[in-house]
Each structure stands twice: as structure tokens, then as C-alpha cells.
């Protein structure tokens, strides 16, 4: 397939494409490489997908007019796997315009852009456990209202859900929405949790510990969610006689707290934690759990790799990247 892939300098889209390009699909991949995180990881992950003769990248912001039919270069694609986005709950209170750019401005171009994309087959797209807030009741069904988020971040995926689903009623766009827990990994993401813990450990610091350390969330493998996506992306869009959009949850449907966390992070790395428990900021829910029938059926879901094999390869990878002993 020729797939056409926003935020592929991204943690998942980094992961999803090497997995792609690996089973001899050839990718286009647009990403602006902003410095929310620190970009030299981005462009390492970069470097790794340039290695392959079917990867073509272009530095471009998804949310500029114009942009992605420039990026496409003439060229027909059967499938896009939208991942480009401003993520993190917490940086919402600081730039909520980010969010309002990216992942709405920027959700719109794609839709715009898929639309009128001659012979697209498929739109896949990225949304987060983030929509479901915190009155949903455990484990999360994506048959839950979901209209009560509490971080921005969270409504702003919750709308760019509801923006497809109009797409997919006014013009026929077959779109799939995934909305994924707390995904973690090697070349993951140092604005998260298992991230600076991991980094603060290593280095003696204190780690802050919002709500008690038990805030839970349903961690899931990188592993897991790539096989996920391949999925996916590989099995034509069933004939439907309804709207043409659907959601899934992607998780381990296996939430742990985040002392749980903390204590795998010390088995892994050796070391002895020093918490300092504190107030958190708004936009944190209590908890994450998805449950994954729906994706189970329908593309035989089922995560392999719990949190205490995840984290020791986490780790691993953390030493190699920073070349610590
Ligand atoms: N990692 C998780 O736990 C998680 C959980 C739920 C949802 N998600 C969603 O999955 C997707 C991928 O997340 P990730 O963890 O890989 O995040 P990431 O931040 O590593 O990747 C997103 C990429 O999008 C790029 N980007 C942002 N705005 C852009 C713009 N306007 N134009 C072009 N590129 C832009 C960024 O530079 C970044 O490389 C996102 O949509 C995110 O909201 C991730």
C-alpha cells in the first residue's frame, strides 16, 4: 500500500512506520518536529526511518493551508494514518492554543484533504482514553456518552471524533478512530510519567507523585499498539450500511497505579526511588481502563506484554539512547 502518515516523527508513528515499511509498504510521512519534546528524539527517530528506500519525509505543520496537498506531491495514496498531534494533558494549561491548532485545525485539514484525495480507501486516525473524562464507568466502553472530558486535550480529541463523524456521514469517508491508553515504550515520549520517572530514579532526584500515587492508568506496550495498528490498516474496510466511522479502544485493559509503576521502574533499573507526594494539576482523571471487546472481535486485539516485561525494555533502551552504564 502507499500510505500517507502525519506524525510519523512521532513516538507511534516512528514505531508504526518502521513495522509498515518493514512489511513492504511505502510511506509518506509529514511531521513539523516542534520542540514540545525535546526534537533531537524526533530526529533520531527520523534518521532510522530514512534508512529505508520506501520512506519519503516532509517537514510540514498539518494545520497550514495548503500544506498536506503540497506534502502529497502528486502522488495517489490508498490509506492515511493520522497521528500528528499536540498530546499531553498537562501542557493544555499552559498552551491551550496548540491544541486548537493541531488537533483541530489541523484534524480538519486532513479530513479535508482525505476527502478529496481521488481513490483513498481508509482514514485511520488517532484519539485517546482522554475522551472518556471521569464519570465513565470501568472498564471504559466505547459505547460510553463521552462528552464530559476533563482536560482539554481530551475535549479536543473528543471533537476531532465527532468532526470525522460528520465527514464520514456528508461524504462517505470510511474512518476508523482509535483511541489509545497510555502507551509506553523505547523511543517514548519524556513528557510521560514512566519517562522522567525512569530519568529521576537513574539520577537519584525525587520523582513528584500526584493524588497519593493512585492515579491508575492502563498501560500498553508499544508492541501491542503497532500489531494493533498493522491490523488495521491491512484489513479492508468492511461494506456498512450505516455511517462509515467507528472507534476502538486500544489498551491493556489491565490498569496498575502509579506506585505499581514506580515499583517496576525500581525492579528495572536497580534503584530506590525518593517520592515526594504533592498536589497535581488539573485535567488528571482518576483512572484509565479500556475495555477491549470491540477491538478484540474485530481484529483479534489481544496485548501480550505487561507492565513488568515493558518497563525492563524501557529501560533498556534508556541506557542504550543516553549511554548510561
Ligand atoms: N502515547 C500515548 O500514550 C497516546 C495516548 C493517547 C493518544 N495518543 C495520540 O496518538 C498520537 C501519537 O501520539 P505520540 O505519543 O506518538 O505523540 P508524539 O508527540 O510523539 O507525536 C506526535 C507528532 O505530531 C507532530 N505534530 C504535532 N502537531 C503538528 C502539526 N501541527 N503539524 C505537523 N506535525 C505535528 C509532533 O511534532 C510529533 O512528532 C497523537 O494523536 C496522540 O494524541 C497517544
Redesign the pocket.
Known amino acids: 500500500m502507499n500510505i500517507f502518515l502525519?506524525?510519523?516523527?512521532?513516538?507511534?508513528?516512528?514505531h508504526t512506520a518502521m513495522a509498515l515499511l518493514g512489511r513492504g509498504h511505502r510511506i509518506t510521512a509529514?511531521?513539523?518536529?516542534?520542540a514540545?519534546?525535546d526534537?533531537r528524539l524526533?530526529e533520531a527517530?527520523l534518521a532510522e526511518l530514512q534508512k529505508n528506500p520506501g520512506f519519503r519525509f516532509v517537514r510540514?505543520?498539518?494545520?497550514?493551508p495548503g500544506?498536506l496537498a503540497a506534502a502529497a506531491g502528486g502522488e495517489r495514496y490508498d490509506l492515511i494514518l493520522?497521528?500528528?498531534?499536540?498530546?499531553?494533558v498537562r501542557y493544555a494549561l499552559k498552551d491551550p492554543a496548540?491544541y486548537t491548532?493541531?488537533?483541530l485545525?489541523?484534524h480538519h485539514n486532513v479530513l479535508e484533504f482525505a476527502r478529496t484525495h481521488p481513490g483513498l480507501a481508509h482514514l485511520v486516525?488517532?484519539?485517546?482514553?482522554?475522551v472518556y473524562g471521569n464519570d465513565t464507568v470501568a472498564p471504559f466502553s466505547e459505547n460510553a456518552r463521552a462528552d464530559k472530558p476533563v482536560s482539554y486535550?481530551g475535549a479536543t480529541?473528543r471533537a476531532g471524533e465527532l468532526l470525522s463523524y460528520s465527514y464520514a456521514g456528508l461524504y462517505g469517508l470510511k474512518q476508523t478512530g482509535?483511541?489509545?491508553?497510555?502507551?509506553?515504550g523505547p523511543f517514548?515520549?519524556p513528557?510521560?510519567a514512566y519517562w522522567s520517572f525512569t530519568d529521576l530514579i537513574l539520577k537519584g532526584q525525587p520523582i513528584p507523585v500526584f493524588g497519593g500515587g493512585k492515579l491508575r492508568r492502563d498501560f500498553?506496550y508499544i508492541d501491542d499498539i503497532v500489531a494493533a495498528l498493522v491490523r488495521i490498516v491491512e484489513t479492508p474496510y468492511p461494506q456498512a450500511d450505516d455511517v462509515p466511522h467507528r472507534v476502538y479502544n486500544l489498551g491493556n485493559s489491565h490498569p496498575e497505579d502509579v506506585l505499581g509503576l514506580i515499583a517496576t521502574i525500581e525492579q528495572a533499573t536497580g534503584k530506590k526511588a525518593i517520592i515526594n507526594h504533592t498536589e497535581g494539576p488539573a485535567g488528571d482523571v482518576r483512572e484509565t481502563y479500556a475495555d477491549i471487546a470491540r477491538a478484540a472481535a474485530d481484529f483479534g486485539f489481544a496485548p501480550h506484554v505487561p507492565l513488568s516485561e515493558g518497563i525492563p525494555r524501557f529501560v533498556e533502551w534508556f541506557r542504550q539512547y543516553h549511554n548510561l552504564p
Do not use: C, W
Open positions: 502525519t506524525g510519523g516523527a512521532g513516538f507511534i508513528g516512528f509529514v511531521d513539523e518536529v516542534n514540545y519534546y526534537p524526533k527517530r510540514t505543520d498539518i494545520a497550514a500544506a493520522h497521528l500528528a498531534a499536540q498530546a499531553g496548540a491548532r493541531s488537533n485545525v489541523g486516525y488517532a484519539s485517546s482514553s482522554s486535550y480529541k482509535l483511541r489509545f491508553f497510555t502507551v509506553y517514548g515520549r513528557d510521560m500498553t
